[in-house]
């Protein structure tokens, strides 16, 4: 929620960064943020309220994949030395990894709950 407000979100000049090099700089970075805003708020959203839970899943796994990417483009902002000393901004992406087996589990426990019914 924090990125629809520049300047708040202590991640905003990483990922708007990280969405430059990977839209080539087509998208301007405005745009790029409140895109970004609007799929994590949207994602949110949807987990907790909607019963579509593969396409939210896959959703999710793609946003991952993507925050995950500075990892590999923007290594001099992530570590300190690669790769086994991370900054905080690696350590805050290194975190997504929670997010990604939570949502295997969410995607687990739905299909259990299908198949019981």
Not at 15 to 27: K, P
Not at 40 to 57: A, H, S
């Amino acid at each position: 929620m924090l990125k629809f407000f520049p300047g708040v979100s202590p991640a905003e000049g990483l990922a708007t960064d990280t969405i430059r090099i990977l839209s080539f700089g087509l998208l301007q970075k405005a745009v790029s943020l409140k895109m970004l805003a609007l799929l994590e708020v949207g994602l949110g959203v949807m987990l907790m309220f909607t019963k579509e839970y593969r396409f939210t899943f896959w959703l999710l796994l793609f946003h991952m994949a993507c925050t995950l990417t500075p990892l590999f483009v923007l290594t001099d902002v992530t570590f300190k030395v690669v790769p086994f000393q991370l900054t905080i901004e690696g350590q805050y992406i290194i975190k997504n990894f929670v997010i990604i087996c939570a949502a295997f589990v969410l995607l687990f426990a739905h299909r259990r709950e299908s198949y019981a019914e």
